[in-house]
């Protein structure tokens, strides 16, 4: 009989549990991701703070998304690796911390690549994942760790450094890795002072110094995250360029931190510049996209150079006004070189496609209508919507200057306006931060680029709790900008100044979250 009683106490006990375990997981999905500003479909760390994204590679049907990370503060501190996993760069599953500080020091900024013939010797002949990062401590030193089991542990290798830091270069980091087919060797590609320093290794481990390059293109403040990749010019695989991408920590177009990048040659040792070396080719003209990489080993039947960075500037990341985490990534986007029609060689940019996926109800279509200024501010009075992607196509027969009012309300101050200039041929995005939220001298600002003279001005715009990135005229000029709207401004007003537009196509879709 006793036993009995004891068999049905411990079913009603595991039922409990259960039960609780249920209830509680059911309540976090509820709440889960739903504070003010949170991204929805951009990736931010569950808490506190994240800058760079690190170690960016796809092995084995899995991206994997690295960042530089201080799990004991919503503010810049000893950096971490934090982790997070997605099958397609939308949904991503967050994981254990990957690499924590040691004797050498914290674990500043990096890349991973997949050693698929054992070069460096950790992985008994077959492969694995190698991280390739600086150790900040006394000085900056290249180190490195590796993973046998698909990226969910990680060894430090125990002869790190790599390459030991150089008491001339106080700012000597960010390595990024990958393998050079035409001369058989892995090369780095790493950020020294206001110089790109390259290295290469048979092996991931012993390291020889190959040459430099610097003196050209903006000089505002140091260069940091660099990353180098080959790719077709208008599609050609016969026709390649070099990309060098360097991050400058200030003095960037839109003030800061921001991405430069340079268009030209690399024989496997020496990276020559296309272009004058007074040029600059600014990434991103908004303020917020910083330390971009790309990802490693996409495999060749895919073969997009895809990159994310960190959406926010050194000059106010660390007073954003969020709690529970600071800093999130950019939506993923596709880099691709074109010939534009004044016969210049450019980085095209676009949102990676699984972000249909996402691409919920259509909120509004408009095909061909003509519109003047005093029918404007009544096209998308009807529309409340806070996560958005938006498609418009605009014929200007004569001059007029238009634009959007992103997450508008009549009650709170804080504002954004996304416009075209005609006069100038500008595109901008203007923000002004809500008083009652501010945080930061130096937030507001109007972003902006020359598009040139164009008759047709054609935008995509990606809408978040907290962004707008705008791809315009087919990705060739892009602004990223943070906007910390509350969450009850959810209105959209167009308008026009001066002479009726055609509007050849304006459609607007909801997007959906990722994260419950
Ligand atoms: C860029 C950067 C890197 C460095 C890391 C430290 O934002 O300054 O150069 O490795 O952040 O967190």
């Known amino acids: ?27 976090k999905s509820k709440s889960y991701y739903t504070e003010d500003y949170r991204p929805q479909y951009h990736f931010t760390p569950e808490e506190n703070w994240m800058n760079d994204p690190n170690g960016m590679v796809y092995y084995k049907g899995e991206y994997h998304l690295f960042y530089q990370h201080n799990p004991h503060d919503n503010k810049w501190g000893p950096m971490y690796w934090g982790h997070a996993v997605s099958k397609d760069m939308i949904s991503w599953e967050h994981f254990p911390i990957a690499l924590e500080p040691d004797d050498l020091g914290t674990i500043f900024s990096g890349s991973a690549v997949v050693d698929w013939n054992d070069t460096s010797g950790f992985f008994d002949g077959d492969e694995g994942l190698v991280a390739i990062f600086t150790h900040n401590g006394d000085g900056q030193k290249q180190s490195i760790a590796y993973s046998k089991d698909k990226g969910r542990t990680w060894k430090t290798y125990e002869g790190n450094p790599v390459i030991p830091s150089d008491p001339e270069i106080k700012d000597f980091r960010d390595p990024k890795v990958f393998w050079h087919e035409k001369t058989n060797k892995w090369v780095m590609v790493l950020a020294a002072g206001k ?116 959406m926010s500037n050194w000059l106010y990341a660390n007073q954003v006004p969020t709690e529970n985490w600071r800093g999130g990534a950019s939506f993923p986007r596709v880099m691709e070189l074109k010939t534009t029609i004044d016969n210049q060689i450019k980085l095209f940019q676009r949102p990676i496609d699984e972000i249909q996926s996402i691409v919920g109800e259509e909120i509004l279509k408009i095909e061909n209508k003509v519109i003047s200024s005093s029918d404007a501010s009544n096209l998308l009075s009807e529309i409340e919507a806070d996560l958005y992607l938006l498609n418009v196509e605009i014929e200007l027969d004569k001059p007029a200057d238009f634009g959007f009012k992103i997450r508008k309300s009549s009650e709170n101050d804080g504002e954004t306006t996304l416009g075209y200039t005609h006069s100038k041929n500008e595109l901008f995005v203007k923000r002004i931060q809500a008083k009652v939220d501010y945080f930061s001298p130096y937030f507001n600002g109007r972003h902006f680029v020359d598009i040139g003279e164009a008759s047709t001005i054609k935008l995509n715009v990606l809408v978040d709790k907290s962004s707008i990135e705008v791809f315009a005229q087919d990705g060739e000029f892009v602004i990223t900008d943070l906007i910390f709207p509350s969450d009850n401004d959810r209105g959209l007003e167009f308008f026009i100044e001066g002479n009726e537009v055609l509007i050849r196509h304006l459609e607007i879709h909801e997007l959906k979250t990722t994260w419950r």
Do not use: H
């Open 195 to 310: 110089k790109i320093m390259f290295y290469g290794s048979p092996n991931l481990i012993d390291w020889e110094y190959l040459s430099e390059f610097g003196n050209e293109g903006a000089l505002g403040g140091v260069w940091e995250c660099p990353d180098l990749f080959e790719l077709p010019v208008d599609g050609d695989p016969n026709n390649t360029k070099w990309v060098l991408e360097v991050d400058i920590g200030d003095g960037a177009i839109a003030g800061g931190s921001g991405a430069q990048y340079f268009i030209g040659e690399f024989d496997g040792t020496t990276f020559v510049n296309d272009s004058d070396p007074k040029n600059v080719n600014w990434l991103d003209y908004g303020a917020d996209f910083y330390a971009a990489q790309s990802f490693s080993d996409i495999p060749e039947s895919d073969n997009r150079r895809i990159m994310i960075a960190w």
């Open 1 to 27: 009989m006793k036993k009995i009683y004891s068999i049905i106490g411990l079913c009603i006990l595991i039922i409990g549990v259960s039960l609780s375990i249920l209830f509680i997981n059911t309540a």
